[in-house]
């Protein structure tokens, strides 16, 4: 009697971690799109846009394990553990994560875990939101005498508290880029008050790069209020600098502060 030979599919794991960029769907970088184009499973973030799914294969388990602030639906630990069975039992697995990986993304953590099994990992860069979104909107990180230099620090650290960096950031003539801050707007603007930079203008560009995009453009001491009266909420990044004096928006304030002047004298 002749037995038939069953063979069982030969499953490879690899981890991939791939930067979506902020929102705009035709950001992501062609790498990424080739590495979706071979994904047996997708783990994609919150603020991911769904539209990028359209490049994995019909058949690909797509998985949202997103986090929104508030919310612990899915820990780090658990997000982690999906990661490995996924890639064990399936094969590629493309852990889809907005902005770029590797900033404020616990991108480093994820592929240290998955290493840690002996998984073949690759990162693909994404347009990280510190950087794409101001660019989009004109406003440069450096440029001529205005900065020299960038910071990108985020509003609140894992305590839920203030970063201890951004109170050295803003003693800096620097621009500087707070990501995860609209929520403490008001002690973030106490801290450039208290090195004197009230009149320092100020961006909130409030889910850049996408079609709900919007722009409030302002200074110190007035971006808190600017912000109640538009309703500007997360996902937003503040940007604090003088290069933010080249947004078209920023006109309207100098004319202001021109006829100010002008009457007083």
């Known amino acids: 009697m002749i037995l038939n030979k069953i063979e069982k599919t030969q499953i490879e794991p690899k981890i991939t971690l791939v930067g979506a960029g902020p929102g705009d769907p035709d950001l992501l970088t062609l790498k990424g799109v080739k590495a979706l184009n071979t994904a047996d499973v997708i783990l994609y973030d919150a603020l991911v846009n769904e539209a990028l799914l359209n490049h994995a294969p019909e058949n690909a388990i797509k998985v949202y394990v997103g986090k929104r602030s508030g919310d612990e639906s899915f820990s780090q630990e658990l997000v982690n553990k999906l990661m490995i069975d996924y890639a064990l039992n399936y094969g590629h697995v493309v852990r889809l994560k907005s902005g770029d990986p590797f900033v404020f993304a616990r991108g480093f953590e994820e592929i240290d875990v998955a290493e840690s099994y002996s998984i073949p990992t690759e990162i693909v860069p994404g347009v990280s939101s510190a950087l794409g979104v101001p660019g989009l909107q004109k406003i440069p990180m450096v440029y001529g005498n205005l900065s020299e230099s960038f910071w990108v620090v985020t509003g609140t650290n894992s305590h839920g508290e203030i970063s201890p960096d951004l109170y050295v950031a803003a003693k800096s003539n620097a621009t500087i880029v707070v990501l995860m801050g609209i929520e403490k707007i008001k002690e973030i603007a106490s801290i450039f ?73």
């Open 193 to 265: 008050r208290a090195e004197g930079k009230i009149d320092l203008p100020v961006a909130v560009i409030e889910n850049g790069s996408s079609q709900e995009e919007n722009v409030v453009v302002g200074i110190v001491d007035t971006i808190e209020e600017l912000i109640e009266e538009k309703k500007l909420s997360s996902p937003a990044l503040l940007v604090f600098g003088n290069v933010v004096s080249l947004h078209p928006q920023f006109n309207a304030i100098k004319e202001f502060y021109s006829i100010m002047a002008q009457e007083e004298y």
